[in-house]
């Protein structure tokens, strides 16, 4: 009998991808980003001929969406609130632009001030570096259950199932010529969010009066902050070749 429960659970727990994904993470230290693919295509980018100015001022999440839930109302977003800082992390990685500082603006001039009522501080304020572009735009959707779907199977109690859903969030970026107002190169984006669940159980009478039940499983997300920050690089990269065909800016020859 005990060789039938252990082939009983060993099938049950095939249905898994990986076994290790059933069992507890351990914690783990902090650790710097790695790139990924679409920041390696920013970074692959031709050079320019000449690094260009520009200032973001606010690329904020525009489509109102919350966090789905079961419970008590939540008003957790769905996506990230920091696509901004994203957004100037992604310009500092290429050799194309030189962003300025414009979401704390205020925090600069403030400091300016103080360092001008310093007496004792006699040399002059060199002037703040003037943009020549605006990056304008922002998460503009957020759609859900674009897609759901699964497969399962069940026999003589023992089960696994697989389900999934797709979720997609959708970019917009611009670039506008502070000079004139005019919108120089505008370019969309659009990232995929993926949800799995992975299930097994195993339901049987071993013998009379004696009943095995067992059940394991688990679930993965991929991080919205992951699905922007790629969202972001990719609008980055195509902005920049876009402008290129236009003849907005030019490579380096």
């Known amino acids: 009998m005990r060789s039938t429960v252990f082939l009983l659970l060993a099938i049950a ?8 994904n059933t069992l507890p993470p351990d914690t783990t230290a902090a650790g710097i980003i790695k790139d990924s693919e679409t920041l390696s295509e920013v970074k692959s980018l031709p050079a320019p001929m000449g690094q260009i100015p520009v200032s973001v001022y606010a690329f904020r999440d525009q489509t109102g969406q919350y966090k789905p839930s079961t419970g008590a109302s939540s008003f957790s977003t769905a996506v990230t609130q920091g696509a901004t800082s994203i957004l100037v992390q992604t310009l500092s990685e290429t050799s194309w632009f030189l962003p300025v500082e414009r979401e704390g603006l205020q925090n600069i001039l403030t400091e300016r001030k103080i360092i001008r009522a310093d007496e004792s501080n006699v040399s002059e ?20 259950n674009i897609r759901t779907g699964g497969a399962g199977v069940e026999y003589f109690g023992i089960g696994a199932s ?18 004139t107002g005019q919108v120089l190169v505008s370019v969309s984006t659009s990232k995929k969010v993926l949800s799995q669940e992975v299930r097994a159980g195993l339901f049987r009478y071993v013998s ?3 009943l095995l039940e067992a059940e ?38």
């Open 13 to 20: 727990l095939s249905g898994c991808q990986s076994i290790t």
């Open 125 to 144: 304020l060199p002037p703040l570096t003037t943009a020549r572009i605006i990056i304008e735009g922002g998460i503009i959707s957020y759609d859900t």
């Open 162 to 179: 697989e389900l999934f859903r797709e979720d997609q969030i959708s970019i917009y970026m611009r670039a506008v010529d502070v000079r």
């Open 208 to 210: 009379l009066k004696r």
């Open 216 to 253: 394991t499983g688990y679930t993965t997300n991929e991080p919205m902050f992951e699905c922007v920050k790629q969202s972001i690089e990719k609008a980055v990269t195509e902005l920049v070749l876009q402008g290129m065909e236009k003849g907005v800016w030019r490579a380096k020859a």
